[in-house]
């Protein structure tokens, strides 16, 4: 996330370009309606479609505890039920809630302190913002001519392994690194 908690330029698309064009970046992207009940076939989707477009290991991990975060304050706080949008720009998966809600009174500071673990709520969108590359919240409460909360996220993605360089070998199949290694551990 940029320190402002602001989106960078890679944010992907606008409300009107995501009404014309599936929300307009990636065509492999998603976008699926949630409700209280739904957590378990919404991160099942979300994590099949979050695969196929490059997400592994920690960063799908990473999603899919951010989605589940997100989609839980959308249902708890926003009005029961939220629409969630996911697609690739680039290094970045960026998702997207959306929920009816009142909206988040302060989103710039929300998250931004660790919450006791003596308090019953409240860390949902602190673990939010240290999982996310880049975040940002719009919400209804700051902005009379909106409605509900609207908040986008990113996750980087695993960058490419280096192409793998064949070491030389004595023809044993094992590396020059290998075998010296050994050597100074087992001297003949």
Do not use: K
Not at 3 to 31: C, H, I, K, T, W
Not at 83 to 93: E, K, N, P, S, V
Not at 119 to 133: D, I, K, P, T, Y
């Amino acid at each position: 996330m940029n320190e402002q908690g602001a989106l960078s330029a890679e944010a992907g698309p606008d409300s009107a370009a995501d009404n014309e064009a599936g929300f307009g970046v990636d065509a492999d992207g998603v976008e699926v309606d949630f409700a209280g009940g739904g957590f378990y076939a919404l991160r099942a989707t979300v994590a099949a479609h979050a695969a196929d477009l490059g997400a592994d290991g920690p960063q799908l991990g990473n999603l899919l505890l951010v989605v589940t975060e997100l989609a839980t304050n959308a249902v708890r706080y926003g009005g029961g039920a939220g629409r969630l949008r996911l697609w690739r720009t680039g290094d970045l998966l960026w998702l997207r809630v959306i929920d009816d809600g009142p909206g988040i009174p302060d989103p710039m500071s929300v998250g931004t302190h660790e919450v006791p673990l003596t308090e019953a709520h409240g860390r949902g969108l602190w673990l939010v913002r240290r999982l996310c590359h880049d975040i940002q919240i719009e919400t209804a409460a700051t902005d009379p001519g909106r409605r509900g909360t609207t908040v986008t996220a990113a996750v980087r993605l695993p960058q490419p392994e280096h192409p793998h360089i064949p070491a030389e070998s004595s023809g044993n199949g094992r590396s020059p690194l290998n075998e010296s290694a050994d050597r100074a551990a087992f001297p003949e």
